[in-house]
C-alpha cells in the first residue's frame, strides 16, 4: 500500500507545505462559497439546472487549488509524476476508464435517452470532481503527509482533510452549523468519517498502478452514479 515510486523526492517538510496548503485551500473554499451564496450565480444555480452554471462554480472552486499545486511543485522543484501523473500505469489506467464510462454510457441512453447533459456531467464528474480530488488529496496530499507524518498518521490526516473538504458546502449553502458538521457529522454529503473510508478505498486503488488517472475515472464514476 506504500509503493516506494509514490514517496521518492518527497522530503519530511513537504508534509508541513501539504498541510499549509490544505488549510489555505479550505479557507478559500470557505470564502469563494460565500462570494457565490451572494452573487447572482447562486440563484440561478438553484433554480436552472443548465449544466453550464454548474462548470462555472466548479471552475471556480477548483482553478485555487490547481494553481495552488503547481505553484508547490515548482517551488519545491518536484516533478508531476510526484502528484501521480506518470507513464506507470498509463495503459491500464485509460483502458479501466473507458470501459467504466462506457458501461455507464449504455446504461443511461438505455434508461434515459441519449442527450447532450450527459456529456457535459461526464467532464464535469471525471475532470472537475473525480480528477481534481484525487490530484490534491491522493495525488499531493497523502504521499506528503506520510512522509511528514508518518504511515497511519498521514494516512488518517489525509482522510480527515478529503472529509472536511465537503463540509464548507453544508455549512455555506445549506446553512448547517459548525457543530452539525463537524461534531455530529450530519451533513448531507461526506463527512469526515466517511472521508476517512473513503480515502483509503481511493488510496488502495491508486496504489494499484500507481497512477492517479485510475482513482480518477472509478471516483468520477461513482459521483456520476448520482444521474441515474
Given at each position: 500500500?506504500?509503493?516506494?515510486?509514490?514517496?521518492?523526492?518527497?522530503?519530511?517538510?513537504?508534509?508541513?507545505?501539504?498541510l499549509?496548503?490544505?488549510?489555505?485551500?479550505?479557507?478559500?473554499?470557505?470564502?469563494n462559497l460565500y462570494l457565490v451564496k451572494?452573487?447572482?450565480?447562486?440563484?440561478?444555480?438553484?433554480?436552472?439546472?443548465?449544466s453550464i452554471y454548474k462548470l462555472i462554480f466548479i471552475l471556480l472552486m477548483?482553478?485555487?487549488?490547481?494553481?495552488?499545486?503547481?505553484?508547490?511543485?515548482?517551488?519545491r522543484k518536484q516533478k508531476i509524476n510526484s502528484?501521480?501523473?506518470?507513464r506507470q500505469g498509463l495503459k491500464s489506467s485509460i483502458y479501466?476508464?473507458?470501459?467504466?464510462?462506457?458501461?455507464?454510457?449504455?446504461?443511461?441512453?438505455?434508461?434515459?435517452g441519449f442527450n447532450i447533459k450527459l456529456i457535459c456531467d461526464s467532464i464535469f464528474y471525471i475532470i472537475f470532481t473525480g480528477l481534481y480530488e484525487e490530484l490534491i488529496f491522493r495525488g499531493f496530499l497523502w504521499p506528503r503527509l506520510v512522509v511528514g507524518f508518518g504511515k497511519i498518521g498521514g494516512t488518517i490526516l489525509s482522510g480527515i482533510f478529503?472529509?472536511?473538504?465537503?463540509?464548507?458546502?453544508?455549512?455555506?449553502?445549506?446553512?448547517k452549523t459548525v457543530f452539525e458538521t463537524f461534531t455530529l457529522g450530519n451533513t448531507s454529503n461526506l463527512d469526515i468519517r466517511g472521508g476517512i473510508?473513503?480515502?483509503?478505498?481511493?488510496?488502495?486503488?491508486y496504489t494499484r498502478n500507481c497512477n492517479i488517472l485510475l482513482p480518477s475515472f472509478i471516483h468520477g464514476i461513482q459521483d456520476m452514479l448520482s444521474m441515474l
Open positions: 500500500m506504500f509503493p516506494n515510486e509514490i514517496f521518492s523526492d518527497i522530503m519530511k517538510k513537504d508534509g508541513i507545505i501539504a499549509i496548503l490544505f488549510l489555505l485551500i479550505f479557507i478559500d473554499m470557505f470564502l451572494i452573487s447572482p450565480l447562486f440563484l440561478i444555480m438553484k433554480n436552472d439546472t443548465n477548483d482553478i485555487p487549488g490547481f494553481i495552488a499545486v503547481i505553484v508547490v511543485l515548482k517551488f502528484i501521480g501523473l506518470r479501466i476508464g473507458d470501459v467504466l464510462i462506457s458501461t455507464f454510457w449504455v446504461y443511461y441512453i438505455k434508461s434515459k478529503f472529509g472536511m473538504a465537503h463540509l464548507p458546502i453544508d455549512i455555506v449553502f445549506n446553512n473510508a473513503v480515502t483509503l478505498l481511493f488510496i488502495f486503488i
